[in-house]
């Protein structure tokens, strides 16, 4: 499956985005879609994901409460609204790809990824 990322951008504390993630290639809804975000001089990090029938959705305690993760896989695309935005929410976003839920939050188990979206809150 390939990926394609986009809806970041630059805003201001407290506003909101909507992050898609555009899935190329077949069996969509079999994959666990995740979201991740890697800021400068820090490791990429676990944001939200979502199981392939978006019966279960995970989500970081950071962002718990402002973003929402989910998907249409009628369209083969994942989303993550976020709101109430604050500036250490600043970094490029990433979606990814995975089988299975039991390591939703291991970056390191997903094994498609998109090129990353830039999200930049200014205080």
């Known amino acids: 499956v390939q990926l394609q990322a986009s809806g970041g951008g630059l805003v201001q504390a407290g506003d909101s985005l909507r992050l898609s993630c555009a899935a190329s290639?077949?069996?969509?809804?079999?994959?666990?879609m995740g979201w991740f975000r890697q800021a400068p001089g820090k490791e990429r990090e676990f944001v939200a994901a979502i199981s392939g029938s978006s019966s279960s959705t995970f989500y970081a305690d950071s962002v718990k409460g402002r973003f929402t993760v989910s998907r249409d896989n009628a369209k083969k695309t994942e989303y993550l609204q976020m709101n109430a935005l604050k500036p250490e929410d600043t970094a490029v976003y990433y979606c990814?790809?995975?089988?299975?839920?039991?390591?939703?939050?291991?970056?390191?188990?997903?094994?498609?990824w998109g090129q990353g979206t830039q999200v930049t809150v200014s205080s």
């Open positions: 990814a790809a995975t089988i299975g839920i039991a390591y939703y939050s291991k970056w390191q188990r997903y094994g498609y």
């Open positions: 290639g077949r069996s969509f809804s079999t994959y666990t």
